[in-house]
């Protein structure tokens, strides 16, 4: 079962949205050369509690922190601590989430730290992070869910070839519905499966946390012994980004952006719908 939600529904997610994007401009400007994942998960557990917020990752499923922090190699769901200091040239994906009265808000954003990082690392985080803006402009009223899947991989796929040969899109994880509940139904993938079909259609009160991840090698994944951290099987280091959008009877609000998307889609010659909050 789909989860559709009231306008009433999507303004509480637009404040956690919004505690969200407070935690990703803190997390931001903290991963710096020398600190530590904890001091980032830290930085995060602080912007929570000042919000008057909820972390919707401390204990789900006993994952024991905060915030993800992924790493170079690492997908996702990387567990902060105090051994991994982060280096001048290292890429760090940073995934965070927030509950406000029940209601949940998740996205995730690439960083990277210091300085002198190849190009084609950059690039990766640039065909990552468009990847998904191409996604959250194919949720349109009237589309099906394998739009948002063929979006995500048609950009990929038309990008230059790095010089690793291709991009991997990670096939085990993908995006999913999100609202009274971090994650829903349905699984979304980022890339066209015929097995899967077409999918839901998109109507308005749908909400979907819209997030591809890539990498400059494989698209396989092994988790660690920590029964956690997933990292490429070929070491390729790889980008994860993501967002929460919210389908209204207006369009789509990105509930965990500042603007609420508007400036990113209008590239794409969409309009966003208006903030909930005002």
Do not use: F
């Given at each position: 079962m789909v989860q559709i939600k009231t306008p009433e529904q999507i303004a509480k997610m637009r404040e956690a949205g919004l505690v969200v994007a407070a935690i990703h401009a803190a997390t931001r400007e903290a991963a710096v050369p020398g600190a530590t994942t904890r001091d980032l998960d830290m930085v995060a557990r602080k912007v929570i509690a000042e919000a008057g917020a909820k972390s919707n990752f401390l204990g789900y499923g006993g994952f024991p922190a905060t915030i993800c922090t992924s790493v170079n190699e690492v997908v996702v769901h990387g567990i902060p601590d105090d051994k991994t200091v982060l280096k001048d040239g290292d890429v760090i994906s940073i995934d965070a989430g927030a509950i406000v009265d029940g209601w949940h808000g998740d996205a995730a954003f690439t960083a990277f730290v210091g300085t002198g990082h190849a190009p084609e690392l950059?690039?990766?985080?640039?065909?990552?992070?468009?990847?998904?803006?191409?996604?959250?402009?194919?949720?349109?009223?009237?589309?099906?869910?394998?739009?948002?899947?063929?979006?995500?991989?048609?950009?990929?796929?038309?990008?230059?070839?790095?010089?690793?040969?291709?991009?991997?899109?990670?096939?085990?994880?993908?995006?999913?519905?999100?609202?009274?509940?971090?994650?829903?139904?349905?699984?979304?993938?980022?890339?066209?499966?015929?097995?899967?079909?077409?999918?839901?259609?998109l109507v308005p009160g749908v909400c979907?946390?819209?997030?591809?991840?890539?990498?400059?090698?494989?698209?396989?994944?092994?988790?660690?012994?920590?029964?956690?951290?997933?990292?490429?099987?070929?070491?390729?280091?790889?980008?994860?980004?993501e967002h929460s959008v919210a389908l209204t009877e207006d369009g789509p609000i990105v509930l965990t952006s500042p603007d609420c998307g508007k400036a990113k889609l209008a590239e794409y010659g969409v309009t966003t719908a208006p903030d909930p909050l005002g």
């Open positions: 950059i690039e990766l985080s640039r065909v990552t992070e468009e990847s998904m803006w191409a996604g959250i402009a194919a949720m349109r009223n009237g589309n099906r869910l394998v739009d948002i899947s063929k979006a995500i991989e048609g950009y990929i796929r038309r990008q230059p070839r790095p010089s690793t040969g291709k991009y991997g899109i990670i096939e085990d994880y993908g995006g999913h519905g999100i609202g009274s509940e971090m994650h829903m139904d349905p699984h979304l993938l980022n890339y066209v499966s015929r097995k899967r079909g077409k999918g839901i259609k979907l946390a819209i997030e591809p991840m890539v990498s400059l090698g494989t698209a396989r994944t092994e988790v660690l012994a920590d029964d956690w951290t997933v990292v490429t099987t070929d070491s390729s280091w790889s980008s994860h980004w």
